[in-house]
């Protein structure tokens, strides 16, 4: 089964700060890669994908994520910070046979700006 | 825009009471899941439907929940008798036939007391 490693439960930036979210997968299999966003007691919001194409994607709100294989990595980034940016996100690996095809999220890290 | 609707949005409840949550995927989309989401961690699949048939429930405790879809539209995902470790936020999300990415309703906050 594929897996997610988030690295850092909590990050705490400066706005303007560069933001930086570290994520790491197992697949034995090329992955699809997602970053979700999640505000208090709402649901998840998709920020971005990769799906096999360009290894650099960009996103919704100035977020961007790249792609390395050689790493197993899918670090999400941001130029500079704002308040607005202030919740829980979360990496998700795809997982599962052609018509069961499901997402394996990891475990969050939750993202605080200091003004 | 298009977008999954679940109600309640919060529910409180007493241990060993029945709890049932409602789920409306987008339009089009024949797969649905329901996901649980205990408090500072990711979100846990229960359950996954394709159209009215369930394709993944492995990790749904069958003992006290159950999870239908009969028409293959909305669904119903059931707690009887809740727990006190039952209360988490309950995340419904809906794709495509074949396509990964999910999108996700508001959820359901339960509270177990």
């Known amino acids: 089964a594929q897996s997610v490693t988030q690295l850092g439960s909590h990050v705490s930036v400066s706005e303007g700060a560069l933001v930086l979210l570290r994520c790491n997968y197992s697949?034995?299999?090329?992955?699809?890669l997602f970053w979700y966003v999640q505000y208090p007691n709402q649901g998840l919001q998709l920020l971005l994908k990769y799906t096999s194409a360009a290894t650099l994607v960009k996103g919704i709100n100035g977020f961007e994520a790249e792609f390395k294989k050689s790493e197993t990595s899918f670090h999400l980034t941001k130029p500079s910070a704002h308040m607005s940016d202030a919740a829980e996100y979360f990496c998700a690996v795809s997982d599962g046979p052609k018509g069961a095809q499901k997402l394996v999220f990891g475990q969050g890290t939750r993202l605080t700006i200091n003004p | 825009e298009a977008e999954v609707a679940q109600s309640p949005r919060y529910k409180i409840t007493e241990k060993s009471q029945a709890v049932a949550f409602w789920c409306d995927p987008i339009s089009g989309h024949a797969t649905l899941y329901w996901y649980r989401q205990i408090l500072g961690q990711g979100p846990e699949l229960l359950v996954q439907f394709q159209d009215e048939s369930v394709v993944d429930d492995s990790q749904l405790p069958k003992d006290r929940f159950s999870a239908e879809r009969l028409k293959g539209v909305d669904s119903t995902l059931k707690i009887q008798p809740a727990e006190l470790g039952d209360s988490a936020m309950y995340l419904c999300?809906?794709?495509?036939?074949?396509?990964?990415?999910?999108?996700f309703g508001p959820g359901t906050r339960l509270t177990v007391t």
């Open positions: 999300a809906s794709s495509f036939d074949g396509h990964y990415e999910q999108y």
């Open positions: 697949s034995s299999v090329p992955p699809y």
